[in-house]
């Protein structure tokens, strides 16, 4: 199964700021061409939850527990999403996934994952 190939996470203070990249590996750039890219996380015992999403024509939106903090950006040209966090909170602590999605029907299938990074907010 092809991956997403994820970046940034680590070990920050709370109030502090991280951000993290996603590309899509070599083996699919020719081909990759999304209409929507996010980012999902996973914190202990919790199910995964859409943290922000972004359109090829830049449209945004956010879980509520983000908005004002966090930032998705994506560089068509490179295949790359970003998700900058600002004022991070030590709730905000989760494996972080990103991810690509068609949309078929009116329905938004999320074709591509990636592989997750940590990100642990603590003082």
């Known amino acids: 199964q092809v991956r997403l190939v994820e970046s940034g996470g680590g070990l920050v203070q709370p109030g502090g700021s991280l951000r993290l990249s996603c590309a899509a590996p070599r083996t699919i750039t020719s081909v990759f061409n999304p209409s929507i890219l996010g980012w999902y996380r996973q914190a202990p015992g919790k199910e995964r939850d859409l943290v922000a999403t972004?359109?090829?024509?830049?449209?945004?939106k956010y879980a509520d527990s983000v908005k004002g903090r966090f930032t998705i950006s994506r560089d068509n040209a490179r295949k790359r999403v970003y998700l900058q966090m600002n004022s991070l909170k030590p709730e905000d602590t989760a494996v972080y996934y990103c991810?690509?999605?068609?949309?078929?029907?009116?329905?938004?299938?999320?074709?591509?994952w990636g592989q997750g990074t940590q990100v642990t907010v603590s003082s």
């Open positions: 972004v359109t090829g024509s830049g449209d945004t």
């Open positions: 991810a690509a999605a068609t949309v078929v029907d009116g329905n938004t299938v999320w074709d591509y």
